[in-house]
Each structure stands twice: as C-alpha cells, then as structure tokens.
C-alpha cells in the first residue's frame, strides 16, 4: 500500500501559525509521528507540501493507474476554492480522506464550505494534528 499525504499553502508554517488554532506542532512533527505508526514494511508513506496549487493536482495526477494507493489530503485554503484539486482527485479515483487541523465548521462562513468533503472517503475536522494520525490509523486498519 502507498500513501501519499499531501498539504496545501501555509501548511510549511505550522508550529508557528496561529498555534491557538492549528497548535504548535510543525508539519516535520506530524510526518514523524505518522512514520513511527507504520509498523509494515509494506506500506511506503511520501510527503509533500506545496503553497501551489497546479504543484498538488501534478502530484495527484502522478498516481493516476498505480494500485493500492491513497491520499491523506489538508488541502488547506484551497479546500474552500479548488475546483482544480478536486478534479484532479476524481480523474485519478485514488481513495482519500480530507484533513483538518480546526473546526472549519466552528470557524468563518467561508471555511464551511469544502470541494472535497462529498468525494472523500471520510472526512476529520478539528482534532489537531491527531487527525492525520486517525486518518492512517483508518488506512492501515479497514483497508486492504
Ligand atoms: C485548515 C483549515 C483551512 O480553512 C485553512 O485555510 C487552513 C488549514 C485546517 O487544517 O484547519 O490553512 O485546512
């Protein structure tokens, strides 16, 4: 199995934005956590940040017609305004689950809206960094 975890604009700053809302975590903190939770030689995990948005529908598109694989995706702001992500995440039809640090339905008007949340398979809104880990947990448990 591959999973690939993918993070939009801002993501880089972690630790040091707003800690109050997205905590004090940085993006380095999460991937290593997240690593140290594979305990099969059979799952490989890439990363990839990117404050670009055609950088991540590239990415995306790089897995169209590979088996086995999955995204855990924060698309961040362009969660709110990329049609061009979620196309590129219905074109490939790899599985994904969308993740978010805070509540975007406890926050501004313009935050509850997502392009992701009705092609995903799950969605994980406001438990922190945690939810990335709940994210794999779910891949590498219910998954074959
Ligand atoms: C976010 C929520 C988005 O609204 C925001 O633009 C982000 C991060 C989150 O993880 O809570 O950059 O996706």
Request: charged fraction near 20%.
């Amino acid at each position: 199995m591959k999973i690939t975890v993918l993070n939009g604009p801002n993501l880089n700053l972690l630790g040091k934005r707003e800690p109050e809302i997205y905590g004090s975590m940085t993006l380095t903190d999460i991937q290593v956590r997240m690593l140290s939770f594979i305990k099969d030689d059979s799952v490989e995990m890439t990363f990839m940040q990117s404050n670009k948005e055609y950088e991540l529908v590239d990415e995306i598109q790089s897995l169209m017609g590979k088996e086995n694989q999955f995204i855990i995706i924060n698309p961040a702001a362009f969660t709110h305004t990329s049609v061009a992500i979620r196309d590129a995440l219905q074109a490939t039809k790899v599985p994904f689950i969308e993740v978010h640090l805070s509540n975007i339905y406890a926050r501004e008007d313009f935050r509850k809206k997502s392009f992701f949340s009705d092609i995903a398979m799950g969605t994980i809104s406001g438990l922190g960094a945690n939810g990335y880990l709940l994210a794999l947990s779910h891949l590498l448990n219910y998954t074959k």
